[in-house]
């Protein structure tokens, strides 16, 4: 009989920060890593989700970690990306945004149309094939959490919720590895550059930035981001409470990211003169670490035995999910983004959303700017992408499939 060990939220979180150092160790020791851009929480993460592996194959004990906490982090970092958002950059963002948005609707339809003849390929119900396309890929846990029971109850399939679980669990891994090793390739074979070299990372601080209050690092500068970041997260939370009393359903990290946003623009505007918050390394490292601490988190949790039971079919679909991302964001989303260096940052990111998650994409986007240089639209346009949009059409194209 399987023992299930419950690690409590507080030592859950001590346990993340660990292992995100850990994998800062070792991506310092291994030049590969770093050449690939893999994100450091990324090594720990999978370190240790493989370790609680082997204590599930070898010992029988399945560790199981309260994550009340990590989500906290989630809002964070997200609060830390609106407060990035200058109006400039959003104007200069819309028609990136716009193609970034057919673009993933089109790798929507390319999921499912893959999933479908997957699940048919291996005796599963056509239905169940959005739990191998979009529904656990693009949409992550949740929303293949939350379509389970309909495709289960379309089509009789027992153990909905674990294929998607698993798919989506996969999937994230998947999108860990893949984005980085795009990124440098095609940086490195277009000899492409940043067009603000001088400015502060979005996310880390990778780059020196020569003089200026704005380049410190101090308890100030820390407890300035701090209170702001608060600011976003309280206004988004009441945002939030009004939206759902309308019957609109989002992410808390939705309307704190929107909040940050707005928050970040008035500021500047009615205070041009105070202390800068936005684009600043203090707001840069906390941003990292709300990202790194929430991947570590995430990706520790993994349950990788979950995958192993689902032997042969997820293995040939997920192969062929992955081959198709990179081959859509080499051949598609990079010249229809200009072949520019934000297209190559955006091809890393496009890789984390479309396999796994929304903060996957941002950790790979890191440590490409962090080691090429920065670039702030990518950073503005991709989470409300991936974040927002995204959401409504999965959902729509989703039923479609089910329905039919």
């Known amino acids: ?167 989506a669990t996969l999937g994230l891994v998947l999108a860990a590895l893949v984005g980085g090793p795009v990124a440098k390739y095609l940086v490195e074979k277009n000899n492409l550059t940043s067009s603000r070299p001088g400015e502060v990372n979005t996310i880390g601080v990778g780059h020196d930035v020569q003089g200026g209050p704005e380049a410190k690092i101090d308890h100030t500068s820390v407890m300035r981001v701090m209170l702001y970041l608060n600011l976003a997260v309280i206004f988004g939370y009441i945002a939030n409470t009004a939206l759902e009393a309308a019957g609109v ?62 032997g042969m079919s997820i293995a040939v679909i997920l192969t062929a999910q992955a081959l198709f991302t990179v081959v859509f964001v080499i051949f598609v989303l990079f010249p229809v983004m200009g072949r520019s260096y934000r297209g190559a940052v955006l091809a890393a990111g496009f890789g984390g959303f479309s396999l796994g998650a929304t903060p996957t994409a941002i950790a790979n986007m890191t440590a490409v700017t962090k080691r090429y240089g920065p670039s702030p639209v990518a950073f503005i346009i991709l989470p409300l992408v991936s974040a927002f949009f995204v959401d409504i059409a999965n959902a729509f194209i989703i039923q479609m499939i089910v329905n039919f």
């Open 1 to 167: 009989m399987t023992d299930i060990v419950v690690i409590p939220a507080f030592l859950s979180v001590t346990l993340g920060f660990a292992v995100y150092l850990i994998g800062a160790m070792i991506n310092a020791r291994v030049a590969i890593l770093r050449q690939f851009n893999i994100p450091e929480p990324v090594t720990g993460g999978l370190l240790a989700s493989v370790a609680f592996l082997l204590a599930y194959l070898l010992a029988d004990y399945e560790v199981s970690f309260d994550l009340a906490a990590r989500d906290v982090f989630l809002v964070l970092f997200f609060a830390g990306i609106g407060l990035n958002a200058r109006l400039a950059d959003l104007i200069t963002g819309g028609k990136p945004l716009v193609l970034l948005l057919g673009l993933t609707l089109l790798a929507i339809v390319a999921q499912n149309v893959i999933g479908v003849a997957g699940a048919v390929l291996f005796g599963y119900p056509a239905q169940a094939g959005v739990l191998f396309g979009s529904a656990a890929l693009i949409g992550g846990h949740g929303t293949a959490i939350a379509w389970a029971p309909d495709v289960a109850a379309a089509t009789g399939l027992v153990g909905a919720a674990e294929l998607g679980m698993a798919v």
């Open 249 to 310: 359903k989002l992410p808390l990290f939705v309307p704190c990211l929107i909040c940050a946003i707005i928050l970040a623009n008035l500021r500047s505007l009615l205070f041009p003169d105070a202390p800068p918050v936005t684009r600043t390394p203090a707001l840069a490292m906390v941003s990292e670490f709300s990202l790194g601490a929430f991947l570590a988190m995430s990706l520790m949790s993994l349950q990788l035995w979950t995958i192993a039971e689902l």
